[in-house]
């Protein structure tokens, strides 16, 4: 590996996933660990703060070992320790804030917070290598639907953000009150999926001569980019 290389460990645990990656000089991922909480979760029908926050305690050492096991370092090659300090579960932010606080201070490396839709953002330029600001993302992913202009590296604009629930948010609501459970992103696509084929049904009412139309509209994704260049 080069000497000019820049190694970044980053650290995520804003809420019910403990993440970690090695990246170097911010566009190649060498390594990518995620431990999710689904499973979990999914029996109380949402994310609970506090079992969430637990689990990041229990998992986040073990990640972030297999993340550098995976990329082939150590801490000593690290150069920077990159953690989501928010917005997230102020109790999941924590655990993921004090790890990299732990790291950073024992091995005298510098420690960068980062913003939890920043994040979002800047993921496109790991997708898009060619990628350079300006362009405009919209960002779909849990409690955020943002449309951003992005000036330049760090240097954002919001164009325009959902009032109330978020996509993310919305669809989880749907899928409670249908029946589908938790996460209701992955389930109504799943749905959406297995019903491609009958999204225009016709069909005449048992108890009448009535005839119904139904239309099953769901174009769904639990997080999605868009890219659009200026």
Do not use: W
């Amino acid at each position: 590996m080069d000497k000019e290389d820049v190694l970044i460990l980053a650290i995520e645990s804003s809420c019910d996933e403990t993440a970690a990656a090695v990246v170097k000089n911010g566009r190649e991922v060498l390594s990518n660990v995620i431990n999710t909480q689904i499973a979990i979760h999914t029996e109380y029908g949402g994310v609970v703060p506090e079992i969430a926050s637990r689990k990041h305690i229990e998992n986040i050492n073990p990640v972030i070992k297999k993340a550098l096991t995976d990329a082939g370092v150590t801490l000593d090659d690290i150069d920077a320790i990159g953690v989501t300090y928010g917005p997230g579960l102020v109790g999941a932010l924590l655990v993921g804030v004090a790890e990299a606080k732990a790291i950073a201070f024992a091995k005298n490396k510098p420690l960068v917070g980062v913003h939890h839709i920043e994040g979002h953002i800047s993921a496109n330029y790991v997708e898009n290598k060619e990628l350079e600001p300006p362009f405009v993302a919209l960002v779909v992913s849990g409690g955020h639907t943002h449309l951003v202009k992005v000036n330049d590296y760090g240097e954002y604009e919001i164009i325009g953000r959902t009032r109330d629930d978020a996509a993310g948010e919305a669809f989880d609501k749907v899928a409670r009150a249908i029946g589908l459970g938790y996460p209701g992103g992955p389930k109504i696509d799943s749905f959406r999926e297995h019903m491609s084929m009958m999204r225009h049904t016709i069909f005449h009412s048992a108890e009448s001569s009535q005839r119904c139309l139904i239309i099953l509209i769901l174009p769904i994704c639990r997080e999605k980019r868009l890219i659009v260049r200026m």
